[in-house]
């Protein structure tokens, strides 16, 4: 039995997450509309059966429940509290769902101004990637009231394999997915050095990946990336640009914990290196095409980066 609800769930921010997370809902018979930018993608919206709306605050107009799938905490703010914010439009009791990753004390403030307009706020970053966002099978960082997840609890089934409801106060799912990024990161990097190690020492990268997705070098990041580089295809499933972000928070927590960051430090000096060779759009496995460029190698798909 669908545990589907009568409520008007609104997605602000439909990339390649976010849209993902808007056609799950639909595919589910959630009435959803939505916003963003990029005017191409509003019509992909609309033609999946979905409201566009020129602004968020018309998004949001009429819907209970708002999700915000943007870049950081800076866009949050403003697609929810700025000029045409989403939230000036939701009636009391509604709830935002914000699944940006974002420093905690950010999705505290956040939380704050929410509360002090009488919505309910989840902090619930998100992780599994496009793929999994468009089949309704994410994993969910969440924190909040109790009501704010009893009122949220059937949107977030539909778009989530894994809900994990971590505590009461905003910013604990932020802390829980600043740590699934250091290591995602890291993977990242790592899977990139060792392919392109692999290729400098003469070995077929294909059967490279082969033996080591069935070894126990293995990890989720080489497993999903490396395929992106053995095909010289990288259209942005995640882009640089992110974890340059991502691990940039990492970096300013640590630094102000005192608390030493050796590894995430070298693997955010390699997105910030592929990004400052214009690769910051790019999918985040172009990492392997900066180091191929420093080394002299050529991967699939020709010459990497000029």
């Known amino acids: 039995m669908s545990e589907r609800t009568n409520s008007k769930v609104c997605v602000i921010g439909l990339g390649s997450m976010g849209f993902g997370v808007a056609s799950s809902l639909l595919k589910k018979g959630f009435e959803t509309s939505g916003y963003d930018i990029s005017a191409e993608t509003m019509t992909r919206f609309l033609q999946d059966g979905g ?42 009791g509604g709830t935002i769902l914000s699944f940006a990753t974002m420093p905690p004390q950010t999705a505290e403030d956040l939380a704050q101004r929410a509360r002090d307009l009488g919505l309910n706020y ?89 033996v080591i997705t069935a070894s126990a070098g293995n990890s989720w990041m080489f497993e999903n990336r490396v395929p992106h580089i053995l095909q010289g295809d990288y259209s942005p499933q995640s882009a640089v640009d992110i974890f340059t972000k991502d691990l940039g928070i990492v970096s300013d927590l640590g630094r102000g914990l005192k608390f030493p960051l050796p590894i995430t430090s070298t693997a955010l000096q390699m997105f910030i290196m592929t990004a400052a060779a214009g690769m910051g759009r790019d999918d985040d496995a172009s990492v392997a095409r900066l180091i191929a460029k420093v080394t002299g190698i050529e991967l699939p798909g020709g010459p990497e980066v000029t």
Do not use: W
């Not at 605050?57 to 403003?78: F, K, L």
């Open 122 to 210: 989840i902090d619930g970053p998100i992780s599994g990637g496009a793929k999994r966002a468009a089949s309704g099978e994410l994993t969910v960082m969440a924190s909040g009231r109790p009501e704010a997840f009893n009122h949220a609890r059937p949107v977030l089934n539909a778009i989530a394999m894994k809900v994990y409801e971590l505590g009461d106060r905003p910013g604990i799912g932020s802390s829980f997915k600043i740590v699934n990024q250091l290591l995602a990161g890291v993977h990242i990097a790592a899977a990139c050095e060792a392919i392109t190690f692999a290729k400098a020492l003469g070995l077929d990268i294909d059967k490279v990946y082969e």
């Open 51 to 92: 409201r566009a709306a020129a602004s968020p605050a018309e998004a949001a107009d009429g819907a209970d429940i708002v999700i915000t799938v943007v870049v950081n905490g800076a866009q949050t703010e403003a697609v929810l509290f700025g000029e045409n914010g989403a939230a000036t439009k939701m009636p009391k």
